[in-house]
């Protein structure tokens, strides 16, 4: 039979169901990053908590936060925060994209543009922030290891460098769109912190709202993702229009 999630579980069960080992589990405890288990005779026994606190902390690593960050992340969250709460944790800090960064070498990067690309081509998606070329100093071929940022953008990037455009533009352009992409995300991340959780936190986090925070944060990133495209291509149009 199975458990449902506000069983208990052993530690087997929960690492199983977290999709770690034991030895993470473990490991996590040690650092203080799970509560204590509830004893059952000699037998430490988890919670649907300690599940969510396992998946939050998997969140807070796909976003590249360091243990000891994720730490001080944890730190801030009462150990005997419901599970409900920690859900909504980790929705406020799921990553918008799905993409992982990954290391490749020339030859499966080669394999994946489907034809050997020049070092000049290389060095275009470099630019571009596609690529990053790996070195720790201990490696003679550390020019050949990279790591692969975004695999959605790898297509786009091939296209671009089919351009053949200026070196210095594609820095400036990259420049331009990370000022700019990076001033709105901080400026809307604001605007939901002062409209939507703050409010929240500040009526002391009613078991009332937690659903709609969450819902909140889930359906925002779509929503917004689509609205700066259109309005993106909306301002272009306007300054087509104005220099015609």
């Known amino acids: 039979m199975l458990r449902t999630a506000d069983e208990d579980l052993t530690i087997d069960e929960l690492a199983a169901r977290a999709g770690v080992t034991v030895r993470t589990v473990r490991f996590y405890a040690s650092r203080g990053l799970l509560p204590p288990p509830r004893l059952r005779g000699r037998v430490g026994l988890y919670g ?5 606190r396992l998946d939050l902390i ?10 000891t960050a994720i730490e001080g992340h944890l730190e801030r969250i009462p150990d005997d925060a419901p599970p409900e709460e920690l859900a909504l944790q980790r929705a406020l800090l799921a990553p918008w994209t799905s993409d992982q960064a990954e290391e490749i070498d020339r030859e499966e990067l080669d ?12 060095e275009q998606l470099l630019t571009l922030g596609i690529l990053e070329r790996i070195t720790d100093g201990t490696d003679d071929n550390d ?5 692969l940022t975004s695999t959605s953008m790898l297509n786009v990037g091939l296209q671009i460098t089919e351009l053949r455009l200026p070196r210095e533009m594609l820095l400036q352009a990259k420049h331009i769109v990370e000022q700019h992409t990076s001033q709105m995300a901080s ?16 009526r002391g986090r009613p078991e009332s709202e937690r ?5 909140a944060a889930d359906q925002l990133r779509p ?17 087509i229009r104005d220099h015609v």
């Open 48 to 52: 649907a908590d300690h599940l969510a």
């Open 58 to 67: 998997r969140e807070l690593q796909n976003l590249g936060f360091t243990l």
């Open 111 to 122: 394999r994946r543009a489907g034809r050997a690309l020049s070092d000049e081509e290389t």
């Open 143 to 147: 020019e050949q290891r990279l790591r």
């Open 187 to 202: 400026e809307l991340r604001e605007l939901f912190a002062a409209n939507v959780l703050r409010p929240y936190v500040e």
């Open 211 to 215: 659903e709609r925070v969450r819902t």
């Open 223 to 239: 929503l917004t993702i689509q609205v700066l495209v259109n309005g993106f291509q909306r301002a272009v149009n306007d300054v």
